[in-house]
């Protein structure tokens, strides 16, 4: 009889700590690691601090990483927001760290080249990398955001206050066509050219240098 209590009470006592237990797993926080999105421009990287990180949110995190370097509105403050939200989805809380060929927070963008405009520099359909960044000077090679061109490769001419002077560094004017035309009743030829695009815009508008061509 006294053989059955101890057993009964044995199994009760598991069952206890079984309980405590989910308990107190069920109340842990969410897990912590710390991540590094590691990029060059065109290629992506997620490392992770901890061995127990879920391949499915590892996954998540490198397809958006990549969408995000591709992307030339983002920033290293935005991909580690994108990475912590992805993590919170797992109940994880992250410290995210970018890391690329430039250094530590130094986010590269890939560009390709359109048009003539830079030769001999840079050739049409040439790729090239892109470091964004605020701190330029004269003389660098950027890309900048055009109201009417979109992303323009140009190098930086003179600097003035909020303003930059972008310029071409071909020089070339090319001769579109040749037009008849009939000003004041009078027949002309009118020469149609092409000239280089040089062009004042706010520094706000330079997504970076181009460091790798």
Request: avoid cysteine.
């Given at each position: 009889?006294?053989?059955?209590i101890?057993?009964?009470g044995?199994?009760?006592?598991l069952?206890?700590?079984?309980?405590a237990?989910?308990a107190?797993?069920?109340?842990?926080?969410?897990?912590?690691?710390?991540?590094?999105?590691?990029?060059?421009?065109?290629?992506?990287?997620?490392k992770?601090?901890?061995?127990?990180?879920?391949?499915?949110?590892?996954?998540?995190?490198?397809?958006?990483?990549?969408?995000?370097?591709?992307?030339?509105?983002?920033?290293?403050?935005?991909?580690?927001?994108d990475?912590?939200n992805?993590?919170?989805?797992?109940?994880?809380?992250v410290?995210?760290?970018?890391?690329?060929?430039f250094?530590e927070?130094q986010?590269p963008?890939?560009?390709?080249v359109?048009?003539?405009?830079?030769?001999?520099?840079?050739q049409?359909?040439?790729?090239?990398?892109?470091?964004?960044?605020?701190?330029?000077?004269?003389?660098?090679?950027?890309?900048?955001?055009?109201?009417?061109?979109?992303?323009?490769?140009?190098?930086?001419?003179?600097l003035?206050?909020?303003?930059?002077?972008?310029?071409?560094?071909?020089r070339?004017?090319?001769i579109?066509?040749?037009q008849?035309?009939v000003?004041?009743?009078?027949?002309?030829?009118v020469?149609?050219e092409?000239?280089?695009?040089?062009?004042w815009?706010?520094r706000?508008?330079?997504?970076?240098?181009?460091?790798?061509?």
């Amino acid at each position: 009889m006294k053989a059955k209590i101890g057993i009964l009470g044995l199994i009760g006592l598991l069952v206890v700590l079984l309980v405590a237990g989910a308990a107190v797993i069920m109340s842990l926080p969410s897990s912590a690691t710390g991540i590094t999105v590691d990029t060059n421009g065109t290629a992506v990287t997620i490392k992770t601090s901890s061995f127990f990180v879920p391949e499915a949110m590892l996954d998540e995190m490198k397809e958006k990483a990549l969408v995000d370097v591709q992307d030339v509105d983002s920033s290293v403050g935005s991909i580690q927001t994108d990475m912590q939200n992805i993590a919170s989805k797992y109940n994880y809380t992250v410290k995210v760290k970018v890391t690329s060929q430039f250094g530590e927070n130094q986010l590269p963008m890939p560009a390709t080249v359109k048009g003539t405009s830079m030769v001999p520099t840079l050739q049409d359909g040439q790729e090239i990398i892109v470091l964004k960044t605020s701190d330029f000077k004269v003389g660098d090679l950027v890309v900048a955001k055009h109201p009417e061109y979109n992303l323009i490769v140009k190098r930086v001419a003179e600097l003035n206050g909020s303003q930059v002077y972008l310029k071409s560094d071909n020089r070339q004017v090319e001769i579109v066509s040749n037009q008849v035309r009939v000003i004041n009743g009078v027949k002309q030829v009118v020469t149609v050219e092409k000239r280089p695009l040089d062009t004042w815009l706010p520094r706000s508008d330079v997504v970076g240098i181009v460091k790798e061509y």
